[in-house]
Nanobody, 127 residues
Framework: VQLQASGGGLVQAGDFLRLSCTIS????????VGWFRQAPGKDREFVAA????????TYDDSVKGRFTISKDNAKSTVYLQMNSLKPEDTAVYYC?????????????????????WGQGTLVTVSS
């Protein structure tokens, strides 16, 4: 399984970005996906997650109402739409995926649940 994250960049506070995570897997439809981020000098933290069906999502309180995660099975891609960006959103963003075939369909916010990780994409928000 290979994950390729893209879409990061340098923006101003209040701007938006859309991150993409393209996943090369035998059956993308059975994968739950999460986005995590790591700011300089800080531990990696949960941002958003989506269930394998796409029917369930969960967000960290810090991004709720501003970020939206979605899953496009036809393109084997998960998106993270980030609106109203703040300087505190500056971080390297990682996507992670886990095969949940024949398992419960829920959005999983636990970092240790994910076996497959992408390389990360840097988001910098200036004030």
């Amino acid at each position: 399984v290979q994950l390729q994250a893209s879409g990061g960049g340098l923006v101003q506070a209040g701007d938006f970005l859309r991150l993409s995570c393209t996943i090369s897997a035998r059956d993308f439809r059975t994968y739950a996906v999460g986005w995590f981020r790591q700011a300089p000098g800080k531990d990696r933290e949960f941002v958003a997650a989506i269930s394998y069906s796409g029917g369930s999502t969960t967000y960290d309180d810090s991004v709720k109402g501003r970020f939206t995660i979605s899953k496009d099975n036809a393109k084997s891609t998960v998106y993270l739409q980030m609106n109203s960006l703040k300087p505190e959103d500056t971080a390297v963003y990682y996507c992670a995926a886990d095969n949940r075939k024949l398992q419960a369909d829920f959005a999983d916010g636990l970092e240790r649940s994910y076996k497959n990780w992408g390389q990360g994409t840097l988001v910098t928000v200036s004030s």
